[in-house]
């Protein structure tokens, strides 16, 4: 650096009492810099051996295709309704899936399962049916165009189940604001029957 110190080329102008050099950049810097201009654009085309693997679109869909296989789209294989109607007279899967309610379906369905946005789930008028293969599949399904999420997606399988069960259990329960019944009554009567 000081040895470069005599060749520093100063500009003719001058503004305030200040002056200015106009030397060139290092070597090394510039090599730097058109370098990786270079190797960006190698980069962008996917060439092949620039970066790691075969190129980024290829490393890219490899990725993809590994998370795929470890961690498979959750597939609603349908309940297991024995399990379902045992578990809905079960105090400890109810208290789990009234805990699961609680915390993910309350805000749209009430505490209570007398509806707000979502409809009312204490009577025996169901939108897409009120069996319990029917509930399970709307709520691992969801009905995403009318805003009911897919809790299949996530929820664990067992919270699924355990929040069908609960909302079996809620059948013919008297909520304390019920919304009107929506959706078609279904042929059997509510276990309270009426
Ligand atoms: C963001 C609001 C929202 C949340 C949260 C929500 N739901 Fe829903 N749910 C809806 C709406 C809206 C419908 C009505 C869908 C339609 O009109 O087709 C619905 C419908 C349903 C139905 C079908 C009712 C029928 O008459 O067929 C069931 C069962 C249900 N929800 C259960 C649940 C459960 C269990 C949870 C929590 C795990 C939950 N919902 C969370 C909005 C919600």
Same mark, same amino acid.
Do not use: F, K
């Given at each position: 650096m000081s040895a470069s110190h005599d060749e520093d080329r100063l500009l003719q102008h001058e503004y305030d009492g200040i002056q200015e050099y106009d030397n060139p950049m290092p070597r090394w810097w510039l090599y730097i810099f058109w370098g990786s201009i270079v190797w960006a654009a190698l980069f962008w085309f996917n060439v092949?051996?620039?970066?790691?693997?075969?190129?980024r679109i290829a490393d890219y869909d490899a990725s993809v295709a590994a998370a795929a296989a470890e961690f498979p789209q959750p597939v =609603?294989?349908?309940?297991d309704v024995a399990a379902l109607l045992a578990m809905s007279t079960d105090p400890a899967a109810l208290a789990t899936g009234k805990t699961v309610f609680a915390a993910y379906c309350s805000a749209c369905h009430a505490a209570d399962g007398?509806?707000?946005?979502?409809? =009312?789930?204490?009577? =025996?008028?169901w939108i897409h049916g009120g069996s319990p293969e029917a509930i399970y599949t709307t709520v691992h399904d969801g009905v995403l165009d009318k805003g009911m999420p897919a809790w299949g997606q996530s929820l664990k399988p067992d919270e699924v189940s355990a929040v069908v069960a609960y909302v079996i259990s809620l059948q013919g329960t008297t909520p304390a604001a019920p919304k009107a019944a929506e959706g078609i009554a279904a042929t059997d009567p509510p276990p309270s029957g009426s």
């Open positions: 092949p051996g620039i970066g790691v693997g075969e190129g =609603n294989t349908g309940p007398g509806g707000v946005i979502g409809p =009312n789930l204490t009577d =025996n008028s």
